[in-house]
């Protein structure tokens, strides 16, 4: 029997940059710069979001390396706390995500909006417009379509091509950085209080790298391999962000940069007129409707995964067979996305609720390693990936994240309270469904 082939460094490394570079830079530059007093701030804040995310990445890679099982989160969660909190925690994680994938069309809508209005549209009309991507895309597979790897060729292709034109435009664009007018005075606490929330933005454009929890016992090597492979993905990206983030700060101005929308866009109009601003405008609207279906054709596997587990109804492992489509489960997701956008019908609503949703998970889900680690000493020396600089490195990650909900505790507290009802309004569904199923099985 032949060995099964094992993910080398450069594989790695790959699968490190594809899962954390997404649709965010493309529009949380704004928001972080918003947030932020000054540009050091803004620039610190790029720099910490990507040690964090080094730390997080290691810290989930020897989760996975420890505890090798198909099926996501919910079984860590499961075999580490109580089933009710791998229910509760899970759910929020799929509702993150759809508003993931809600925030993602809004940066779409913004762009295409360029172009199909010559004045700003209002938020119902973006929020309409947002919705287009997920309505077509779940028609796509509900008709049982495979369109997932053309989809993420496309998405890329052009994600690449975009980041080099914005790095490119250090180049070609003269500086527009704006002169102080006056010197502002201020405390610690401005500093650290718009430190959090620009890493409210920078967390969600870092976000992906958890998914390293999967590869433990498929990498070749593995206590050189991931830590190698993690390190030098996450320093690409993070020089990427900052080439990027520095590139718009040279373009636009840090001022104009906290107020403007299409960033992206704004940068290609000053390389090449209004004509490379409605082309970039364009491709970035495609490059969303294919991670909308990226997303539309990953997280219904998710929740059925956790159906055939018990966690979910058994209504979630419905299935067309003919086109192999999770029809109950497809429909939960495109819905629940649909709904994010009918309640926030801004970015910066479902950037705020997606990060106080991934602050719950992503400390939680961390916190595991204290546990496993105990359980799994039997393991140390067999082969398995061991991090350097244990606690440090998932102490502070897990410090980070609390910090970040906390920002946005005191930022937007609407947000926040949300977030927290919606925790435990699934924690009671738990507890409800159980109680159901045991009178149910004493009755029997």
């Not at 454009?205 to 030098?232: A, L, S």
Request: with cysteine; hydrophobic share 55%; net charge positive.
């Amino acid at each position: 029997m032949t060995e099964r082939p094992k993910l080398k460094l450069f594989d790695l490394t790959m699968i490190v940059v594809g899962l954390v570079i997404g649709m965010g830079i493309f529009r949380t530059s704004a928001d972080a710069a918003n947030a932020s007093i000054t540009p050091g701030v803004f620039f610190i804040a790029w720099i910490a979001g990507g040690l964090i995310a080094l730390c997080g990445a290691l810290t989930y890679a020897e989760i996975g390396s420890r505890f090798p099982v198909t099926g996501g989160y919910y079984k860590v969660f499961a075999e580490c706390y109580h089933p009710s909190i791998a229910f509760a925690i899970n759910c929020i994680i799929l509702i993150s995500n759809a508003a993931s994938m809600a925030g993602v069309s809004l940066i779409g809508s913004e762009y295409i909006s360029q172009v199909l209005f010559s004045a700003e549209p209002a938020l119902l009309v973006k929020s309409i417009i947002a919705m287009i991507p997920i309505l077509i895309f779940y028609g796509v597979n509900l008709l049982g379509l495979r369109m997932s790897a053309l989809a993420q060729n496309i998405l890329m292709i052009i994600k690449i091509g975009m980041l080099v034109l914005l790095i490119s435009s250090l180049f070609f664009v003269t500086s527009n950085h704006q002169a102080s007018v006056a010197v502002k005075e201020f405390s610690w606490m401005d500093y650290v209080k718009s430190f959090g929330i620009a890493l409210i933005a920078v967390s969600f454009t870092y976000g992906g790298y958890q998914q390293t929890i999967n590869f433990g016992e498929e990498i070749e090597h593995p206590r050189k391999t991931i830590p190698k492979g993690i390190f030098i993905g996450l320093l690409i990206i993070i020089t990427l962000y900052l080439a990027v983030s520095f590139a718009y700060y040279n373009a636009i101005g840090f001022e104009d940069l906290k107020t403007s929308r299409g960033i992206a866009s704004i940068v290609a109009e000053k390389m090449f007129g209004p004509t490379g601003r409605m082309v970039s405008s364009v491709l970035l609207f495609v490059a969303v409707l294919a991670y909308v279906n990226v997303l539309l054709l990953s997280n219904p596997r998710v929740m059925y995964a956790m159906s055939e587990d018990g966690i979910l109804p058994a209504s979630f492992r419905k299935k067309d067979e003919k086109k192999d489509v999770l029809t109950v489960s497809l429909t939960a997701f495109a819905a629940i996305g649909i709904i994010v956008l009918c309640f926030a019908k801004t970015f910066d609503k479902i950037l705020g609720f997606t990060i106080f949703l991934d602050s719950i998970g992503m400390a939680t889900s961390a916190a595991t390693i204290f546990i496993i680690r105990k359980r799994t000493r039997h393991l140390d020396g067999t082969g398995i990936y061991k991090m350097k600089l244990y606690p440090l490195m998932p102490l502070i990650f897990i410090a980070a994240y609390i910090f970040v909900g906390i920002s946005i505790w005191i930022n937007t507290p609407g947000l926040a309270w949300t977030g927290l009802a919606v925790f435990a309004a699934f924690l009671l569904i738990y507890f409800i469904v159980t109680l159901i199923k045991r009178r149910k099985y004493v009755s029997s």
